[in-house]
């Protein structure tokens, strides 16, 4: 009787503590979409396998030619080559992999020869990354500012006719890290961004007739440039502080970050970006092996362990109190030697 | 018969002081750099903290081959032969002896100007300490340097150890201060390091 209540327990166990998981990874998944802001499987769920079928003749039908590395046409007023090749492996990989074509080129492209002329202008991010609740597919405002901050960017400022969003993003490549990938590949894929342009005189003059700045010269005052590029992203001084995390307002110049202390101290900017994702965990879990495991970076000032701060603390007191006693008790011998 | 020996040569005293002042000038910008304090602004204290750390390396260098050179470097060599003992003993001195005015148990000679404690904590301290110090210090200076040597993680690593030795660096200053009161005299250890000498009491027969 008693191994057979024991049994029945066990079994209950099981089931409760099965449906408890299911329950947490759900909730778990939520909660990243909700934090990512990318609802990931809101896509796929509402698609049908109808539309499973449809995304992939559509994609497969213009990556028949738009695949091929070499389709480019002469553009017959720059007489300049521009490349309609898209990469069909880094598209797959991209944050857009999910989306057919003809969700940005709109449905006159489907045929060929293509109706409408190409037209850049036509094609705007901000369609879908806005944060307008009805129509968008961004549950948390994020994109809210994107347009604005841009608007108020040196980029744009500079050129405004030429310089627009896929001038940094190219939609076919984009992807953009997850918190696992680590601030170091986050730091190199977001810089890559700003170099492909900053560290290449043709692509820059290409863009414009301003002179080419040298990244060394620009930033002598400050010191381990290269290790500063190695660890944080250029917007993390070159956009204001206060914005979101996606700040578009890329500045130069007087308006740029040049405060040690903005990054060097406990309350770090780089918490509220570069390291945004480990905030939370960081603060909850704050000490030794927090702050010196989980983190893959070294920040003077910031990534500092409260445990050895306090076992400092500890040892510098103790020995103060322990040799302050002794000379105490020498001025307390001494006297009573005397008298 | 009292004979007055020079323990500290000026070259030893101005090592001395100047490192002083250097361990100071470090301490306190080390400590404004560690916190992100704007008591010191940040640059300043970093420059000024690389360059006393250049500083601190060049005279310890110099320290080194001046002690290997006119033979300072024997006093720091305990007598590993009974050392348990003669640190007990010395110990024992600072826990009871003092209170009761008994005589030090090792008093400087010239072959032997430290006691048995000060041997061991100075071969720790200029010898041990010192030197991881100052070459985690340079890898600092070069980061560079560090992610190839070690890879992941490896800043980490330098920069615990710099933090933990200069903690021990600084619990080594508090005690070396306070037991310089400790001489025969309160000040008669400040005098051997101004004035160098010190009159040692020579039995006849020895």
């Not at chain 1, 406990?266 to 909850?284: C, I, N």
């Not at chain 2, 470090?26 to 750390?53: D, E, K, M, Y």
């Amino acid at each position: 009787m008693t191994f057979r209540c024991a049994a029945f327990g066990l079994v209950a166990a099981a089931f409760v503590s099965a449906a408890l998981f299911f329950a947490g990874s759900a909730r778990a998944e939520a909660r990243a979409e909700e934090e990512s802001g990318i609802p990931g499987g809101e896509v796929t769920e509402a698609r049908g396998e109808l539309a499973e079928r449809e995304y992939a003749s559509v994609n497969e039908r213009c990556l028949r030619c738009h695949g091929m590395a070499t389709l480019s046409y002469q553009d017959p007023t720059t007489q300049k080559t521009v490349s309609l090749a898209v990469d069909p492996e880094k598209f797959a990989t991209s944050n857009h992999a999910r989306m057919t074509c003809t969700n940005c080129h709109q449905d006159d492209y489907i045929e060929y020869p293509h109706v409408k002329k190409a037209d850049r202008a036509s094609l705007t991010c901000l369609g879908c990354h806005r944060a307008d609740k009805k129509t968008s597919r961004f549950r948390i405002p994020i994109f809210d500012d994107v347009g604005r901050q841009f608007r108020r960017s040196v980029h744009y400022k500079a050129l405004p006719e030429t310089f627009d969003c896929f001038s940094c993003h190219d939609p076919h490549v984009f992807e953009v890290l997850t918190a696992e990938a680590g601030p170091a590949a986050v730091v190199n894929s977001d810089n890559a961004i700003c170099l492909k342009c900053h560290n290449s005189q043709p692509r820059f003059s290409a863009l414009t007739r301003h002179e080419f700045p040298s990244l060394k010269q620009a930033h002598s005052w400050l010191p381990s440039p290269s290790m500063h590029w190695r660890s944080v992203r250029c917007i993390e001084c070159h956009t204001p502080r206060g914005g979101n995390d996606i700040n578009h307002e890329i500045v130069r110049g007087e308006a740029v970050e040049r405060n040690c202390v903005a990054c060097h101290t406990k309350d770090s900017a780089l918490l509220t970006r570069l390291y945004r994702h480990r905030v939370k965990e960081e603060r909850q879990v704050s000490g030794l092996f927090a702050s010196m495991l989980n983190n893959e970076a070294y920040i003077v000032g910031m990534t500092r362990s409260p445990d050895v701060d306090a076992l400092s603390f500890f040892l510098i007191g103790s020995t103060v109190l322990g040799l302050g006693g002794h000379g105490l008790l020498r001025w307390l011998a001494r006297r009573r030697r005397r008298s | 018969m009292t004979r007055r020996l020079l323990l500290y040569p000026l070259w030893l005293r101005l090592w001395h002081w100047v490192n002083a002042l250097l361990f100071l000038s470090l301490l306190v910008t080390g400590v404004s750099l560690h916190f992100g304090s704007q008591a010191i602004p940040f640059a300043t204290a970093r420059q000024v903290h690389n360059i006393s750390g250049l500083m601190l390396a060049v005279g310890w260098a110099f320290h080194v081959v001046a002690s290997i050179r006119s033979g300072n470097v024997r006093h720091y060599i305990p007598r590993w032969k009974g050392l348990a003992g003669d640190v007990i003993r010395q110990a024992r001195f600072y826990g009871v002896g003092i209170f009761r005015d008994e005589p030090h148990p090792f008093p400087p000679t010239a072959e032997r100007k430290f006691n048995p404690m000060q041997q061991v904590t100075y071969l720790a301290v200029v010898y041990v300490l010192m030197p991881v110090l100052i070459v985690n210090g340079i890898v600092f200076m070069v980061p560079d340097l560090a992610v190839d040597v070690f890879n992941y993680g490896a800043i980490w690593l330098v920069a615990g150890l710099h933090y933990l030795v200069a903690l021990f660096l600084f619990l080594f200053m508090l005690g070396h201060v306070y037991l310089a009161t400790a001489g025969e005299t309160v000040t008669s250890e400040f005098h051997k390091m101004t004035r160098g000498w010190v009159d040692v009491e020579e039995k006849g027969d020895e």
